[in-house]
């Protein structure tokens, strides 16, 4: 029985191992300036509202959104070993500091999909989809040029 758990620790941490460089490197692909695309939220378009918010993802995964006067700043982790992948932001300051904001994501080159629960407790947005009577925000967003 002792053989048969070591095998199984061993490829345990392969795949561990595995999803954390995956993570590292999304983390480093979301590196750089973000305009956004489309926004929904609960079900309603409010693209022409945000269109001039600044978005910068920095190395390491902090992140400053800045709209008007309004600046929002703070860190995210990823996690690449479920799916849809996940995000955990945590604001550090601004209008969201000390909330954790559960996502998920996917980023496809330039292109970059999250899917935010506004709503806070411990619910995750399970598609990417923002519904009517939901505090899900929809943002795709494209990479600066």
């Not at 500091?97 to 559960?102: A, E, F, V």
């Not at 943002?139 to 040029?145: A, F, I, L, Q, S």
């Given at each position: 029985m002792r053989a048969l758990?070591?095998?199984?620790?061993?490829?345990?941490?392969i795949c561990?191992?595995?999803?954390?460089?995956?993570?590292?490197?999304?983390?480093?692909?979301?590196?750089?300036?973000?305009?956004?695309?489309?926004?929904?939220?609960?079900?309603?378009?409010?693209?022409?509202?945000?269109?001039?918010?600044?978005?910068?993802?920095?190395?390491?995964?902090?992140y400053t959104a800045q709209l008007g006067e309004e600046k929002d700043v703070g860190a995210f982790t990823v996690d690449t070993a479920k799916k849809p992948k996940e995000m955990d932001i945590k604001g550090d300051g601004g209008p969201n500091?000390?909330?954790?904001?559960?996502a998920i994501y996917k980023l496809d080159g330039d292109t970059m999909t999250i899917c935010y629960e506004l709503g806070g407790g411990e619910t995750r947005p399970a598609k990417f989809e923002s519904k009517d009577d939901t505090k899900l925000l929809l943002?795709?967003?494209?990479?600066?040029?």
């Open positions: 758990l070591i095998p199984a620790f061993v490829f345990a941490a561990s191992a595995s999803a954390d460089d995956k993570s590292v490197a999304d983390l480093k692909a979301m590196v750089g300036k973000w305009d956004i695309a489309k926004a929904e939220l609960g079900g309603k378009d409010i693209t022409e509202h945000l269109k001039n918010m600044k978005f910068e993802i920095a190395e390491g995964g902090k500091k000390g909330k954790l904001i559960k943002v795709n967003y494209k990479r600066k040029k």
